[in-house]
């Protein structure tokens, strides 16, 4: 039966099929003459109140009286960090109605705004909970000019001492200039930056003309012509000491920006960089139907940046060391570089051309650019394994969220912006591209390419949401998407399958597969996946199980002897495990099986079933030497080094130990190919307790001499010096001064001055680090501060650092005020993500008895960090 018809869906319909209250915002036509609306119409509207951040009833209200948005934003930057940065706005708006005051956007102190004049007129300044208000008395029905003085915002403008760059998602553009700070009141922007002489600039448009000023303090100013329409989160410059690099490729001008110094890594990426961009832009264009559709395609590569990508419009900015690689790279980073590059170009289209209207769909931008980026990915990086790429991305990070008791939906409510951060995570960026997969496949791939073209082609340039494009692609299938999309987009969770097999009369069998849902409700998610089972002769058949309800039966042909679920890679659940899998598993043919049956084993593994903590890792000690390919390889070191330190007493680790540490070694030399021993040698590292060991990486690391076979980087031998910093290694001369002095680029030398304190063998001194990080100065480098974290919470530390963690869940509500949007996750994850003793579970649920009104947001997050910790109470032994 067809839930939704072939129509649009209407706002009731799109409430049914959501689960939720679907708010269908109405802007008004950018083209339309403003329509006065007379007094008494307007007197029942509630005017939204004056509150902290961007409440969506104010968010409501503007896209229904304000269009045609413009600003015209000028920033003084100095050389020196701790000046301000003087600023003059020019907002132009156009009211249908102009009866109410408007309210502007601003998230920083009153004495930062200077003079305003509104349509000519100079007005009082009304800052209050955030916002600058313009009265209703200098307003006007059509288009109106507010002229704001001020000094700069700094929340968001990421200053160092010889660059800065802004990064404004998801409402932090009003943390540094009054803005309408909403996805849906899309604006142009005209930009000038003056900055001191030498440093390079690059913005959301083209630069229009630049001037040197000379005097005693030499600057340049950057005119920028007007953007693209484009959502204010969006909106982006990054100025400072960069090196320029331009390549024009399949007749494409593109513009690098870097501060990368070491020429062994500049010489082997610069070239790939810029094919992948060009090979991105090539397959959206002919995925899409639509020509990249914006002035202009540059980057910006940045040292430490918070995420590993933004997809600023003409800007993108990146993780540089993602982007920079040198001729050690693993072929796992090699994937890593080609993925987030093709997901930054993917949403040129989704997220850019087309925009949630409301960020509780900000997880459509991000699902569609990861699935875009997988797709991009298996056709620009030479013999890359498509299906293997999802499950070992998709799968370990999704699970790791959705097994928790604070997971979430893929989709969420949102009551205000101030709170979107939180949306964010893994459930958006590897569930969601899952269920995106299991749409696909449930539509047929052309009819799904067919209905993203339509919906990019409707809403260019322009808002949409998730029942809009429901309704685009339900017309394009028989398929009632109604249970589908329920459990799939609105609801947390998984299943878990069991199986039987009958039958045996004339060689016939049946397959049997059973689910429930996790949580015990009576859910049930469609889907369908395939079997792989194999005879006691060796003969292997993949059959495919289509889960439409609690129970399926599936013809094989055979007793089995070995069944592998999920054996493709696109089925979402706990799986069973049969013992008869955990002999010879590395026999199986299909590296992808492989893949699944890895990730099945330590699911099974943490919920407790099948199989304990030490009897997987001998089993993983035996595939060290026998796992072929690498990104295999990479999963099963991953958690073998997560069992050891997370699932393993101290006790039981100091017997594997020793066992474990020359296993890891005589697989590196057995394995002859490079990037496979170098992932080896890695997790020897990770894992080496033993003097013998440690005896070992010390003399690597002195003589800087790797292993015959493995090629380590200065990068390396950081990380390198940090294990054996962590362990207290007894070295003649304190190892950490030694490699700052060996490190040639500056911002690399700044990254690891910030972490030897978290590394020293002085608890004191440790606990003055920790101190520091209560101060959010401390906490400026937000990707400096996780790493510390883990080192200063390492398992070797715990004994003198669990005392840290009541002040660290303190800090949570600060951190996500103040921090990034992954900030909050990863402070959690960073500080618990190591712990297994009954004492550091036990504080965490005081704070959360001591806190019941919480925020339900943090409290999920918290949850989900914390989710090893507790099952570590009932699987370490």
Not at 656 to 679: C, I
Request: aromatic share 10%; hydrophobic share 40%.
């Amino acid at each position: 039966m067809k839930f939704l018809s072939h129509a649009a869906p209407t706002v009731a319909l799109a409430s049914l099929l959501l689960g939720t209250a679907a708010c269908q915002r109405q802007p008004i036509p950018q083209t339309a003459a403003p329509v006065a609306t007379p007094v008494s119409s307007v007197a029942a509207r509630p005017l939204p109140p004056v509150e902290k951040g961007v409440s969506e009833a104010l968010a409501t209200a503007r896209i229904q009286n304000i269009s045609r948005v413009g600003y015209d934003l000028s920033l003084n930057i100095p050389a020196s960090r701790a000046a301000p940065i003087e600023a003059v706005e020019s907002v132009s708006f156009t009211l249908r109605e102009a009866l109410d005051p408007v309210q502007l956007d601003f998230k920083a102190p009153t004495a930062n705004l200077h003079s305003l004049r509104v349509n000519g007129q100079t007005v009082e300044i009304d800052h209050r909970n955030e916002h600058l208000v313009l009265p209703a008395a200098a307003l006007k029905v059509g288009r109106n000019v507010a002229e704001i003085n001020f000094t700069a915002g700094e929340q968001s403008l990421n200053r160092n001492a010889d660059y800065l760059y802004t990064l404004l998602v998801p409402d932090r553009a009003r943390t540094v200039f009054p803005v309408f700070d909403q996805p849906d009141l899309k604006a142009t922007f005209t930009l000038a930056l003056t900055v001191p002489a030498g440093w390079k600039a690059v913005g959301n448009a083209p630069v229009r003309d630049s001037v040197l000023n000379v005097g005693p303090s030499p600057s340049k100013g950057y005119t920028f012509a007007p953007s693209d329409s484009i959502s204010t989160y969006l909106f982006s410059f990054a100025a400072g000491k960069f090196t320029r690099v331009n390549r024009t490729l399949n007749g494409r001008s593109m513009t690098l920006l870097h501060r990368e110094t070491d020429p062994t890594k500049l010489r082997p990426s610069l070239g790939p960089i810029f094919q992948l961009h060009a090979d991105a832009l090539q397959f959206m264009e002919q995925y899409t139907g639509i020509k990249y559709p914006f002035q202009k395609f540059d980057f910006v590569a940045i040292p430490d940046f918070q995420y590993g990508g933004m997809e600023h419009v003409g800007a993108i900015d990146y993780k540089a060391s993602t982007m920079f690689l040198d001729e050690g790279a693993t072929q796992d980073q090699v994937l890593a570089r080609s993925n987030v590059v093709s997901h930054e170009t993917a949403h040129m289209w989704f997220g850019d051309l087309v925009t949630m209207q409301w960020f509780n769909d900000v997880w459509m931008k991000e699902v569609f650019a990861n699935f875009m980026a997988d797709k991009i990915t298996q056709v620009a990086v030479k013999n890359s394994n498509y299906d293997l790429k999802f499950v070992i991305d998709h799968y370990p990070a999704a699970y790791g969220i959705d097994r928790t008791a604070g997971a979430n939906p893929i989709r969420q409510p949102l009551a205000n912006l101030q709170d979107a951060g939180s949306l964010y995570g893994n459930i958006i960026y590897h569930k969601a591209p899952i269920m995106m997969r299991q749409l696909e496949r449930l539509m047929g791939p052309e009819a799904f390419q067919a209905g993203l073209q339509e919906y990019l082609r409707k809403y260019a340039h322009g808002n949409a949401t998730w029942p809009d494009l429901i309704g685009i692609l339900d017309a394009r299938t028989p398929a009632d998407l109604q249970a589908w999309n329920q459990v799939w987009v609105n609801q947390p969770g998984r299943p878990v399958f069991s199986y039987r097999i009958s039958g045996g009369h004339d060689q016939r069998y049946g397959l049997y597969v059973t689910q429930a849902a996790e949580d015990g409700s009576d859910r049930l998610w469609p889907q369908e996946f395939e079997v792989l089972v194999e005879s006691a002769s060796g003969e292997q058949q993949q059959v495919t199980v289509k889960m439409d309800g609690a129970e399926k039966g599936t013809r094989i042909p055979f007793l089995p002897k070995r069944i592998v679920f999920n054996s493709t890679g696109v089925g979402y659940g706990v799986f069973p495990v049969a013992p008869a899998l955990l002999p010879d598993l590395t026999e199986i043919k299909s590296p992808v099986a492989r893949a699944a049956a890895y990730v099945n084993l330590y699911e099974n593994m943490l919920n407790g079933q099948a199989i304990k903590p030490l009897e997987l890792l001998t089993m993983y000690r035996q595939a060290l030497t026998r796992e072929p390919e690498e990104l295999n390889l990479k999963l099963l070191t991953g958690q073998a080094s997560a069992i050891f330190w997370q699932f393993l007493s101290p006790a039981r680790r100091a017997a594997v130990g020793p066992g474990l540490e020359q296993d890891l070694w005589a697989a590196m030399l057995k394995n002859p190919a490079a990037n496979s021993k170098k992932l080896l040698f890695k997790t020897y590292q990770s894992v080496a307790l033993t003097k013998a060991a440690q005896a070992r990486l010390y003399d690597i690391w002195q003589a800087e001499k790797a292993p015959a076979g493995v090629k380590l980087t200065e990068d390396d031998y950081t990380a390198l010096a940090l294990a054996l910093a962590v362990r207290d290694y007894p070295a003649a001369q304190p190892i950490l001064p030694q490699q700052l002095t060996r490190i040639k680029n500056a911002d690399r030398k700044q990254r690891l001055e910030f972490l030897m304190p978290a590394l020293s063998p002085d608890a004191a001194t440790r606990d003055t680090f920790f101190a520091s990080l209560k101060d959010e100065k401390g906490r400026d480098k937000e990707a400096w501060v996780t790493s510390a974290l883990g080192y200063l919470h390492h398992p070797l530390r715990q004994a003198t650092s669990e005392k840290y963690l009541p002040a660290s869940l303190d800090l949570l509500e600060e951190i996500q005020l103040t921090g990034d949007i992954f900030f909050p996750y990863s402070w959690l994850q960073a500080t618990l993500g190591s712990y297994q003793t009954p004492t550091a579970a036990a504080t965490v649920r005081s704070f959360l008895t001591a806190h019941p009104d919480y925020n339900p947001k943090l409290r999920a997050k918290l949850l989900q960090a914390a989710d090893d910790l507790f099952r570590a109470e009932k699987l370490v032994r």
